[in-house]
T-cell receptor, first 113, second 112 residues
């Protein structure tokens, strides 16, 4: 099993450009999450999807949109990138029905200039 | 909403000594408390977790204790080794919310 995969690994954008971060999991988990990690700030929840067909805002949703494409895939879109969105983005998944453990993807390092 | 505070932000110990990291949470309904280790440039990885029906859990050199009344939980690492050097995060989650709220992390340095 690959677990949680993310693409791309690195990305540089200019202010105002748009992009979509992709995430997929092969563990048949119901719940998926997007976090951003800034130095000294820990992991902050952007959006989550408790189950296929639902999405909800987390702590820092402004400037982002998400799509739960199917049970496996959960994408994060930046419509108009800003330098404040420079961060490392982690996708995660869990199955709250059987086990609370969250599994993280390898991360995407995004720089907005 | 839930808030998790973590202390200290940095911790240096001599190899072989013990390290303790503490977290407090605000939502008394929280029932799941994981600890993650993150090495430089890597993803967070679960090292130990505890549910609210248990007061202590051990796994070799790592232990977690939970005080529900005081709403705090702690990570204990004994006989520290250089490979324990990393950033450690605590988190809390309440049933029905699906969310995990993380502390701000502790950078642990084990000095050889």
């Amino acid at each position: 099993n690959a677990g949680v995969t993310q693409t791309p690994k690195f990305q540089v954008l200019k202010t105002g450009q748009s992009m979509t971060l992709q995430c997929a999991q092969d563990m048949n988990h119901n719940s998926m999450y997007w976090y951003r990690q800034d130095p000294g700030m820990g992991l902050r929840l952007i959006y989550y999807s408790a189950s296929e067909g639902t999405t909800d805002k987390g702590e820092v949703p402004n400037g982002y949109n998400v799509s739960r494409l199917n049970k496996r895939e959960f994408s994060l879109r930046l419509e108009s990138a800003a330098p404040s969105q420079t961060s490392v983005y982690f996708c995660a998944s869990s199955d709250r029905e059987t086990d609370y453990e969250q599994y993280f993807g390898p991360g995407t390092r995004l720089t907005v200039t | 909403g839930e808030n998790v505070e973590q202390h200290p932000s940095t911790l240096s110990v001599q190899e072989g000594d013990s390290a303790v990291i503490k977290c407090t949470y605000s939502d008394s309904a929280s029932n799941y408390f994981p600890w993650y280790k993150q090495e430089l440039g890597k993803r967070p990885q679960l090292i130990i977790d505890i549910r609210s029906n248990v007061g202590e859990k051990k796994d070799q050199r790592i232990a977690v204790t939970l005080n529900k009344t005081a709403k705090h939980f702690s990570l204990h690492i004994t006989e520290t080794q250089p490979e324990d050097s990393a950033v450690y995060f605590c988190a809390a989650s309440a049933p029905g919310t699906y969310k995990y709220i993380f502390g701000t992390g502790t950078r642990l340095k084990v000095l050889a």
